[in-house]
């Protein structure tokens, strides 16, 4: 247990273990999902055609992984200025802020190391492999599952993004009437 669930635990403001998590988790899903059901509308594809569909599609999939890992490395970034910016700030912060920060910190981890894997898989010669012929169906319907998790998982990031930032916007207005100032000064 940390110092600040400690403190917060003294002072009976228990806060959630996941900060906005479960909106953002559900966001990414939904993205997920959605994408997952688009690749059923086309219906199923043989090992001969899978073969094409393949080779038509692992550039999309190298460039959507190759955005993920970037923006994911932008966000942890990001990540580090915010909370050096709350380190600097004369306010008091609630530690949700702070566990906010490291909940989208530790997303956006998972997608660059996701993306990464991706992109390692990408580089093995799929297409000319003899021993996966048999298998391009499974390749290909394997990759289009990554790439609508990697998606999921940047929307997920996003909208944790987008709740830190709309709380911390809250301190800095003049009006100061953010959820996350501690009560001395609110």
């Known amino acids: 247990m940390s110092p600040d669930d400690r403190r917060e635990k ?101 997608a660059l190391i996701a993306s990464i894997a991706v992109l390692m898989i990408l580089t093995f010669p799929l297409e000319e492999s003899e021993q996966l012929r048999q298998f391009y169906s499974v390749v290909y319907y394997t990759l289009l599952g990554a790439s609508a998790v990697l998606g999921g998982m940047m929307v997920s990031v996003v909208l944790m993004l987008l709740n830190a930032i709309r709380e911390l916007v809250g301190v800095f207005h003049p009006r100061g009437d953010s959820q996350l100032l501690a009560d001395e000064r609110k």
Do not use: C
């Not at 043989?46 to 599609?57: G, I, N, P, S, V």
């Open 10 to 110: 003294r002072n009976g403001s228990v806060q959630p273990r996941f900060v906005d998590a479960r909106w953002a988790l559900t966001g990414g899903a939904f993205t997920a999902i959605f994408v997952l059901g688009l690749m059923g509308l086309v219906g199923g594809v043989a090992d001969y055609e899978a073969r094409r569909l393949l080779e038509a599609t692992m550039p999309t999939i190298r460039f959507l992984s190759s955005s993920v890992m970037t923006a994911s490395a932008t966000i942890l970034a990001l990540m580090l200025t915010m909370l050096g910016m709350s380190a600097e700030t004369e306010a008091e912060l609630k530690g949700v802020h702070y566990r906010r920060i490291q909940q989208t910190s530790v997303m956006a981890v998972v």
